[in-house]
């Protein structure tokens, strides 16, 4: 499998589209949060800035509107792997102090691999999923800003640490914007969930975040705050877009 292409990651200027850092919880998410400046340049908005990252060669725009991503329509069948309930809160970044508002009928595009490793609809030098569109789907965020999705835990191939895609897009003055980057696991937890049946099948060794090119440039700042919940996993986490 081909890796996602060159990094083309970057922290954000005050006048682009911001991501903001995970919350654990949903009802966290309705706070505000302190500002953080590593540098020490003009203050930021009360949001914690993240790296836009790659969209990767693996994006369709399948146009495909639902919340469990797991089942391919071409044959009802669900993908297997630990379920990830993943809940996102879109707002909406006001002004120079950085109110943050919910933002209503943004577009929230999520992609993965399977437990295997393997993305849907690509032709590439080792599958031909072409016609399969497992793990991919999008919602529009509701009134309060949120967007959820089931999903399972995503697995790995070559050259990549674990993570899943995403993008948001909104209707914006001037034209539609988006922000495009990915998630990442704590790799303790991934360790964890790799015992577990099927993933434990894959063989050969995974690449963690410290050595992948992609991560190294802000993907810390992308981690999801990942908590057990019965058999599977839930997460949550807030996005900021400059309007």
């Not at 003009?42 to 919340?67: I, M, N």
């Not at 577990?196 to 705050?225: C, F, M, V």
């Amino acid at each position: 499998m081909h890796n996602d292409d060159e990094m083309v990651g970057r922290l954000l200027s005050r006048r682009e589209l911001v991501a903001l850092f995970g919350a654990s919880a949903v009802a966290a998410m309705a706070h505000r949060v302190s500002g953080q400046n590593p540098k020490g340049n003009t203050a930021l908005p009360s949001c914690v800035v993240s790296p836009q990252q790659t969209e990767g060669p693996y994006f369709v725009d399948e146009k495909l509107l639902r919340s469990d991503i797991r089942v391919d329509p071409s044959n009802g069948v669900a993908k297997a792997g630990a379920p990830l309930a993943l809940t996102l809160l879109v707002t909406r970044v006001d002004g120079n102090d950085g109110t943050c508002t919910p933002l209503r009928d943004a577009q929230v595009d999520i992609w993965q691999c399977d437990a295997l490793g393997t993305y849907s609809d690509v032709k590439d030098r080792s599958f031909n999923t072409s016609g399969q569109k497992f793990l991919r789907g999008y919602q529009l965020t509701d009134a309060g800003g949120t967007a959820n999705f089931v999903t399972i835990y995503p697995g790995w191939y070559p050259g990549r640490a674990v993570h899943i895609h995403f993008k948001i897009r909104m209707a914006a003055t001037g034209g539609a914007r988006e922000f495009t980057s990915q998630f990442y696991f704590d790799e303790r937890l991934t360790d964890r969930v790799f015992a577990r049946e099927l993933y434990s099948t894959h063989p050969g060794q995974r690449t963690p975040n410290e050595q992948d090119g992609i991560y190294k440039q802000g993907g810390a700042q992308l981690i999801l705050p990942v908590t057990q919940k019965d058999d599977g996993y839930a997460a949550a986490f807030t996005i900021g877009m400059r309007t």
